[in-house]
């Protein structure tokens, strides 16, 4: 191995440790007790008191009583008190993007997908920021299939054993982009399992929208919106999730031209950081149908007023992911029980779009229990719009999964996902979007 290659693999291994937001220690059911000179709190029995916002009460202080309310008054404030509070505000589509489909529709995989590639383009500069976009379709469909849209840590060359794949690139430990490393294990998708059951997988690499590190401002998406002067995003401005979470709206803007994927019927999955990125574009994007979000922890479904594993204080400590957020997030940071949102809302945005949350029961770090609380408080939510909720305020053990509407799966383990996990995504997007398998 070169020397720059090393530097990349061990780059990718850093940025996969720093994602999964354990230490060694915490793979040992050791978890950390002090991160970023804060200290870090395990016990239940420590937790504190706390109330929660109603989601459904109105910042007037009026009740939320039917649909037309929520959609017309309550959900649109809840957006807006998130986008202030802490993922920033976002722009819409792009005027000037573009899509380059340079892999039209190959036979791949022995003969089991239609592999294709997509360029996207975020401007009409082509040398600006661009995002490639990998699709396998099941061969043999007699009509659009539904589409499990994978944000990826690694790029699209490493996420599936295909030749054919265009070499991606990754950003290396000197915040510049560099060839990614050729057999990665990380980030692999076992596609073949969804398209045997008629669901097609596709998967972005995240770094391609926005670079993951401080500083990175000027080399991601967000620098296009920079007004003359300015350089960084406003405090109440987009954070590197939201830009994320606005690249996969832009994916599934180029779903909505290939004939061969039901627009209607896409799925977004992220695990970590990534998880928090799919919560948050699927509250803001309606047209995500379904989402699965992997141990998103603090920040995304665990809930920030319990004192338990990180905290908002953790996440925008300088030295760690303060870029991650709107820079207006720091201000919770010591008083979070202040905020007039919790998890339970963001969760609650989604409704009554089906939402699986994937948790490990040994990751105490992202609080997997304050995850469970944060769903059984957004299900008055689901109810109110026809849909399903957990059906229990019981904390299932592990290996126990509850696929309703809303839907929470915790494995035996730690953070991020195992195999195992797999078949459960699986099974919940068969449970809503019936898909037709190949042929039938």
């Not at 009409?124 to 379709?137: A, Q, V």
């Not at 998880?275 to 699927?282: D, E, N, R, S, Y």
């Not at 953790?314 to 957020?325: D, G, I, K, S």
């Not at 089906?354 to 995850?371: A, C, I, V, Y």
């Amino acid at each position: 191995m070169t020397c720059k290659s090393w530097c990349v693999f061990v780059s990718l291994a850093s940025a996969v440790l720093l994602s999964l937001g354990t230490a060694s220690g915490q793979r040992q059911n050791e978890p950390p007790k002090n991160v970023a000179g804060i200290p870090v709190n395990y016990d239940e029995a420590l937790v504190g008191n706390y109330t929660l916002p109603d989601p459904l009460v109105l910042s007037s202080g009026k009740r939320v009583r039917d649909k037309q309310t929520w959609y017309g008054k309550r959900r649109p404030e809840i957006v807006r008190l998130f986008e202030e509070q802490q993922f920033g505000r976002s722009p819409g589509r792009p005027a000037g993007m573009s899509f380059d489909v340079f892999d039209k529709g190959t036979p791949a995989l022995g003969g089991k997908a239609i592999r294709r590639q997509v360029t996207i383009y975020f401007s009409r500069d082509k040398s600006g920021p661009k995002m490639d976009l990998l699709i396998y379709l099941p061969a043999g469909a007699r009509k659009p299939v539904p589409v499990l849209l994978n944000l990826s840590f690694t790029a699209n060359a490493n996420t599936v054993d295909d030749p054919g794949i265009k070499p991606g690139e990754v950003w290396g430990r000197d915040k510049k982009r560099v060839p990614a490393p050729q057999g990665s294990g990380f980030g692999k998708l076992d596609v073949l399992p969804f398209l045997a059951s008629g669901i097609g997988v596709a998967t972005v690499y995240y770094g391609d929208i926005d670079p993951d590190f401080l500083g990175g401002i000027p080399q991601g998406v967000r620098a296009l919106y920079l007004k003359p002067g300015q350089t960084e995003p406003a405090p109440d401005e987009w954070g590197a999730i939201a830009a994320w979470g606005w690249g996969l709206s832009r994916a599934l803007d180029y779903f909505e031209t290939d004939r061969g994927v039901d627009a209607k019927r896409v799925a977004i999955f992220g695990a970590s950081r990534l998880g928090k990125t799919v919560l948050w574009a699927g509250a803001r994007d309606t047209r995500f149908a379904l989402v699965i979000a992997s141990c998103s922890g603090e920040g995304g479904a665990a809930l920030s007023r319990r004192n338990f594993g990180e905290t908002v204080k953790h996440l925008t400590a300088p030295t760690r992911y303060p870029y991650q957020f709107a820079a207006d997030y720091q201000k919770l940071a010591d008083r979070p029980n202040e905020s007039p949102v919790d998890a339970h809302m963001l969760l609650a945005l989604i409704a009554p779009r089906p939402l699986l949350l994937q948790t490990g029961d040994t990751d105490l770090w992202s609080d997997p229990k304050g995850e469970f609380l944060s769903a059984v408080a957004a299900g008055p939510v689901y109810r109110l719009l026809g849909a399903e909720d957990l059906g229990t305020d019981e904390m299932p053990p592990a290996g126990r999964p509850i696929l309703h509407t809303l839907g929470y799966y915790m494995h035996a383990g730690g953070h991020g996902t195992i195999p195992s996990d797999w078949g459960q995504f699986l099974k919940f997007m068969q449970m809503h979007f019936h898909p037709q398998p190949p042929g039938a």
